[in-house]
């Protein structure tokens, strides 16, 4: 049995290339299932979400590829749902009448009260700092927990199958420059939102998108979140978050012998529209 691949992003919202090429490289690196899922539209100006004209589009060109196109591969009809407090997203796009197969859930906002304006937590390192200092005064506390916050909130309003990126919040805190991961406040909120996550039966991805795009090192989430993943019997899939057909799968296996190296003996993989393990 092949792995599955189910957070990718192409033309429609902030990556490159299109859905044919991405099922070629499926094909070429072992992928049997391969999931779609751009950016949802949101009612905020940014550069990198679908918009909500293009969702009539996209649906109907992934189910024409699904149908006729597809190459042998499992080819689903996703989208990466994000999460904004205060905002109905899911209301915006008419979510319950979209042809998908599954969804993501993901935060990429905080709300600053100081600026009374919704802030992007992953965007560009100087984006980051504006976030810290003038949105939030330096407070890189209230950073996190408002993340964190908005990850469980998301969690227990969505439901989502998957989980993407859970400590987002560490993109731009290479070298712990902002803030300490291993302090007790912040771990207090890893916690919580893990513990949140085996309530609502959901699934963590081990995301490598921002290696593939030069941001990181390591995947999403932290060593110390996977060894918690295992400890509490959260299941893990493996995602690449590619941007690019080129990207896809990025680092499988070099994450797969890391993670056999803390003890994990299987991951999650979609098949046939079901989750099921497999084994490493």
Same mark, same amino acid.
């Not at 391969?34 to 004209?53: A, T």
């Not at 057909?245 to 990025?250: G, R, S």
């Given at each position: ?53 293009? =969702? *009539? ?7 024409? #590829?699904?149908? %006729?196109?597809? @190459?042998?591969?499992?080819? &689903? ?116 939102? =893990? *513990? ?7 699934? #963590?991805?081990? %995301?490598?998108? @921002?290696?593939?795009?030069? &941001? ?38 070099t994450i797969i012998d890391s993670i056999k190296k803390m003890g994990y003996r299987e991951l999650i993989s979609y098949q046939k529209r079901k989750w099921v393990p497999v084994r490493l």
């Open positions: 049995m092949g792995y599955s691949d189910m957070h990718t992003h192409g033309g429609y919202s902030d990556g490159k290339g299109t859905f044919l090429e991405f099922i070629k490289s499926a094909a070429e690196k072992n992928i049997t299932s391969l999931g779609f899922s751009d950016h949802s539209p949101v009612p905020l100006n940014n550069s990198w979400s679908m918009k909500k004209s293009s =969702l *009539d589009s996209y649906f109907k060109e992934l189910n024409d #590829i699904k149908k %006729n196109h597809s @190459a042998g591969i499992n080819v &689903y009809a996703g989208m990466e749902l994000d999460y904004i407090p205060g905002i109905d997203v899911k209301g915006y796009i008419g979510f319950d009448n979209l042809p998908m197969d599954y969804f993501i859930g993901s935060v990429h906002y905080v709300y600053s009260q100081k600026l009374d304006k919704y802030l992007e937590v992953d965007g560009p390192a100087e984006d980051f700092k504006f976030l810290v200092e003038a949105g939030f005064g330096g407070n890189i506390e209230a950073v996190y927990k408002s993340y964190y916050n908005n990850e469980r909130e998301m969690i227990s309003a969505y439901v989502p199958t998957i989980i993407a990126h859970m400590d987002l919040i560490t993109k731009n805190n290479n070298g712990g420059m902002y803030f300490k991961t291993d302090c007790e406040s912040y771990i207090a909120e890893v916690e919580e939102t =893990l *513990d949140t996550i085996k309530l609502y039966g959901t699934i #963590i991805e081990i %995301n490598s998108g @921002a290696m593939s795009r030069g &941001y990181t090192d390591s995947p999403y989430p932290s060593i110390y979140i996977l060894e918690k993943c295992l400890e509490k019997g959260i299941p893990v899939a493996l995602n690449s978050d590619a941007h690019s057909p080129e990207t896809l799968a990025y680092e499988f296996y």
